[in-house]
């Protein structure tokens, strides 16, 4: 399994522009989380899926989030309109079903800057 | 805020073991300890998990201490690619997928 796989790895962007963020999860998981990751606050669960359908999103930092699983093999992460304070990396991480062996495989990440 | 203490870095030689050291004197007996290290621009990768006996598997050892209070993960023969950020996490198996990352272990492997 290629692992779960992010695009794009780089993004640079100027302030109040739309940006999607793209993850494909490893085949035959049914969690998917995205996570973000600043030096200032460490790594912070944004939201996650379970079965495509969205569990907890207490973590999106506001409304300029967005994000959908529109089937169990694709997920985005949307932030529109962007600012700079948005700047960081962005994971996307998966697993599969609940119980003793719960693993999260996480993707590479995109790192956002935002001008 | 993260349930776990770990010293912000460490050093070791290569090719001996490395010892990182976790502290989680609140755990609750249905928790979980996880260990997930992640080096430089890369993910964060699962490493080892245990309840309270101790455990190994081809990247590393976990050894839990009898009162649960903190714990301990080896690496038998660091190399320099165990350079990383180790984290230790507590987590209940039966609660909503929360794993709170605290800022970790940085260790640095020297030749």
Request: hydrophobic share 35%.
């Amino acid at each position: 399994d290629a692992g779960v796989i992010q695009s794009p790895r780089h993004e640079v962007t100027e302030m109040g522009q739309e940006v999607t963020l793209r993850c494909k999860p490893i085949s035959g998981h049914d969690y998917l989380f995205w996570y973000r990751q600043t030096m200032m606050r460490g790594l912070e669960l944004l939201i996650y899926f379970n079965n495509n359908v969205p569990i907890d999103d207490s973590g999106m930092p506001e409304d300029r989030f967005s994000a959908k699983m529109p089937n169990a093999s694709f997920s985005t992460l949307k932030i529109q309109p962007s600012e700079p304070r948005d700047s960081a990396v962005y994971f996307c991480a998966s697993r599969r079903g609940q119980g003793r062996d719960e693993k999260l495989f996480f993707g590479s990440g995109t790192q956002l800057s935002v001008l | 805020d993260a349930k776990t203490t770990q010293p912000p870095s460490m050093d070791c030689a290569e090719g001996r073991a490395a010892n990182l050291p976790c502290n989680h004197s609140t755990i609750s007996g249905n928790e979980y300890v996880y260990w997930y290290r992640q080096i430089h621009s890369q993910g964060p990768q699962y490493i080892i998990h245990g309840l309270k006996n101790n455990e190994t598997n081809e990247m590393a050892s976990l050894i839990i201490t009898e009162d649960r209070k903190s714990s301990t993960l080896i690496l038998p023969h660091a190399t320099l690619r165990d350079t990383a950020v180790y984290y230790c996490i507590v987590r209940a198996m039966d609660s909503n997928y929360q794993l709170i990352w605290g800022a970790g272990t940085k260790l640095i492997i020297k030749p």
